[in-house]
């Protein structure tokens, strides 16, 4: 809203120049960021469009040839179009990154810091981002002069709207409790989050054959069909949309009550990422997690960062038959333990056992000298 506002102060219908660059990580994002202009500045006559693949050049030539003020894009079809000398950008003067974690970790970061370089010199960049990592901060320093950081809230801190639940389950069994959990919930929109693609497929392939309706987004199916998933899961026409974390990362789904962890993710900020997908706007949200044998150590790990306590459950309907790590008996120290010292009476009489051995290998030599 503050870029709509800084770019409609500064209007010239009858010669528009380009003032604002969002980029972000994929094309479901350029979608959602392009409706949300649309909603925030539909009584503005701020024109934007969407720089992306899947969509011909000579049309987005076109576009940008009748004059735009922002643009949404992703970062190769972007450099691209500047390479080709279809797209100036040295008027930008309000530059955001959006989900700008996740387009580093896309391998985006020398695409980023080229676009950067086209800009103009005199420019306001604007990172956004769930979690901050070091090459985010690293890029700041780069191209940001004394940049502030708003913080909304501590990511670490533990959101009251989201009600976490964990199950463990034997390895085999997994598919089946996740299908009936699917099936025994009261929702009709649940977010399946795994690791994989293959996993994506399997888990897909598994809940049609059980009955549930379901769809799945990741790198290797079309545009044109993850958008076609995504819309039919809006509409409610699929009630499970399975997701890796970099298809899933800025879905915004309205109300979404619920988000499963199918597999746990590998670090605590795609966990954190996950998780953010229900609980919001002042909406209540539910997060299950699902535990084998392996995932044990991990998600204590997760939990002690986002200072969670998420009791792990055992479903009736699926007793636990895998061999479980053998939990340490906590026993209760004695005061003087805890500081280290041990009590008088179980100090060993060191004086005495010594001069007693002593003594008979003393016997021994002197036998042998005998």
């Known amino acids: 809203m503050p870029l709509l506002n800084k770019v409609n102060s500064k209007l010239n219908y009858n010669n528009r120049v380009l003032r604002g660059l969002i980029l972000v990580?994929?094309?479901?994002?350029?979608?959602?960021?392009?409706?949300?202009?649309?909603?925030?500045?539909?009584?503005l006559k701020v024109k934007h469009t969407k720089i992306m693949g899947g969509i011909s050049k000579s049309k987005q030539e076109q576009i940008i040839e009748g004059g735009i003020d922002i643009i949404v894009a992703t970062p190769g079809r972007l450099?691209?179009?500047?390479?080709?000398?279809?797209?100036?950008?040295?008027?930008?003067?309000?530059?955001?990154?959006?989900?700008?974690?996740?387009?580093?970790?896309?391998?985006?970061?020398?695409?980023?810091e080229e676009i950067f370089s086209y800009c103009s010199p005199y420019k306001q960049i604007v990172m956004c981002s769930a979690t901050i990592s070091q090459n985010i901060q690293k890029l700041a320093k780069q191209f940001m002069k004394e940049p502030v950081t708003v913080q909304i809230h501590d990511r670490r801190d533990t959101v009251s709207l989201i009600d976490h639940k964990a199950y463990k389950i034997?390895?085999?069994?997994?598919?089946?409790?996740?299908?009936?959990?699917?099936?025994?919930?009261?929702?009709?929109?649940?977010?399946?989050?795994?690791?994989?693609?293959?996993?994506?497929?399997?888990?897909?392939?598994?809940?049609?054959?059980?009955?549930?309706?379901?769809?799945t987004i990741h790198g290797e199916i079309e545009y044109k069909q993850r958008v076609q998933a995504i819309k039919d899961f809006r509409n409610r026409k699929i009630q499970v949309l399975i997701a890796t974390d970099i298809a899933g990362r800025g879905l915004d789904i309205e109300k979404l009550p619920?988000?499963?962890?199918?597999?746990?993710?590998?670090?605590?900020?795609?966990?954190?990422?996950?998780?953010?997908?229900?609980?919001?706007?002042?909406?209540?949200?539910?997060v299950i997690t699902i535990l084998t044998v392996e995932d044990y150590n991990h998600f204590t790990k997760i939990e002690r960062n986002l200072r969670l306590n998420i009791k792990r459950e055992i479903h009736e309907d699926f007793p636990l038959k895998d061999r479980q790590p053998r939990q340490r008996i906590q026993t209760k120290k004695k005061l003087s333990e805890k500081k280290g010292r041990k009590t008088s009476s179980s100090e060993p009489k060191k004086t005495g056992a010594k001069s007693k051995k002593t003594t008979k290998r003393d016997s021994n030599r002197s036998f042998r000298r005998k």
């Open 258 to 286: 619920l988000v499963i962890n199918y597999n746990l993710p590998e670090s605590t900020d795609d966990f954190t990422h996950r998780v953010g997908r229900t609980g919001r706007a002042g909406n209540r949200g539910e």
């Open 170 to 215: 034997d390895i085999k069994k997994k598919k089946e409790l996740v299908t009936k959990l699917i099936k025994d919930s009261a929702y009709n929109q649940i977010l399946l989050f795994v690791n994989k693609k293959e996993s994506a497929d399997a888990a897909l392939e598994h809940f049609n054959t059980h009955g549930v309706k379901a769809a």
């Open 79 to 112: 450099k691209d179009l500047v390479e080709s000398e279809i797209l100036d950008l040295s008027s930008v003067n309000y530059l955001v990154l959006d989900e700008a974690d996740t387009m580093l970790e896309m391998g985006f970061l020398e695409e980023v």
């Open 25 to 43: 990580p994929t094309r479901e994002l350029v979608e959602q960021v392009s409706k949300s202009l649309n909603d925030y500045g539909k009584f």
